[in-house]
């Protein structure tokens, strides 16, 4: 499980975080949308203690990560893995050594994700040998293959084909099922409808609306009423 309350956050050169508070329980999973540079993935920066709150509370599993009020600061957790974006792996090492470098992993996950995500054959390959979709494989394959039970996601579907995206959504949905809560930024409404049960539209740094598909869609809100008509 998974709470968090972000009263404001101020990353570098980034936008600011203001008022976003949610809960997300076991097995379920909230997917967040919004226009380009609307704060999306600095969110999962701040949730996965990146880039530290500098007012909020952060909480996985009944412990408290973050809460400067309380003078708790950045506390790390096994329980939480964020594939990001960029694909921040470790350019040196093979791609096995990528993956088990969490050391929460278990053989059978391993085996079955590496499967999934088309691995096996580059798992003796240097990470700065590989192209960027098969860079982005191994940092999705990093997160789900350990017994994290809060994975952050980011912008998941790129550089993916659409055979591997089906294998991704399929994964998720079993880590769903075992009890993982997931955050998912995506701009792919498809595959947040295919995935998440609510949704949090951002726009400058703040949660301007939240809610299932259909209340985002029915939005009082133009902007995001205009944004998943797009979709």
Not at 36 to 49: E, M, Q, R, V
Request: net charge negative.
């Amino acid at each position: 499980m998974l709470s968090v309350s972000i009263v404001s956050a101020r990353p570098h050169s980034e936008i600011e975080l203001t008022d976003i508070s949610f809960e997300i329980g076991n097995g379920e999973a909230l997917s967040v949308l919004g226009p380009n540079g609307c704060g999306k993935s600095t969110l999962l920066d701040a949730i996965s203690l990146i880039q530290l709150p500098d007012d909020g509370r952060i909480v996985v599993d009944g412990k408290t990560l973050h809460d400067p009020e309380n003078n708790i600061y950045g506390q790390p957790s096994p329980s939480v893995m964020y594939a990001t974006q960029s694909a921040r792996v470790w350019p040196t090492l093979t791609v096995k050594r990528n993956l088990m470098i969490s050391g929460h992993v278990t053989a059978e996950r391993f085996d079955h994700v590496v499967d999934s995500l088309g691995l096996q054959p580059l798992l003796a390959r240097r990470v700065w040998q590989l192209s960027g979709g098969e860079k982005q494989r191994v940092s999705l394959a990093r997160a789900l293959v350990t017994d994290a039970t809060t994975l952050l996601v980011d912008e998941p579907t790129n550089s993916l084909s659409i055979d591997y995206v089906e294998a991704l959504l399929d994964l998720l949905r079993a880590r769903k099922a075992d009890g993982t809560s997931l955050v998912v930024v995506t701009h792919s409404a498809g595959f947040s409808r295919a995935i998440a049960d609510r949704f949090l539209f951002m726009d400058d740094g703040k949660d301007i609306a939240h809610g299932n598909f259909e209340e985002l869609r029915n939005s009082s809100i133009e902007q995001v009423r205009k944004w998943i008509a797009l979709q």
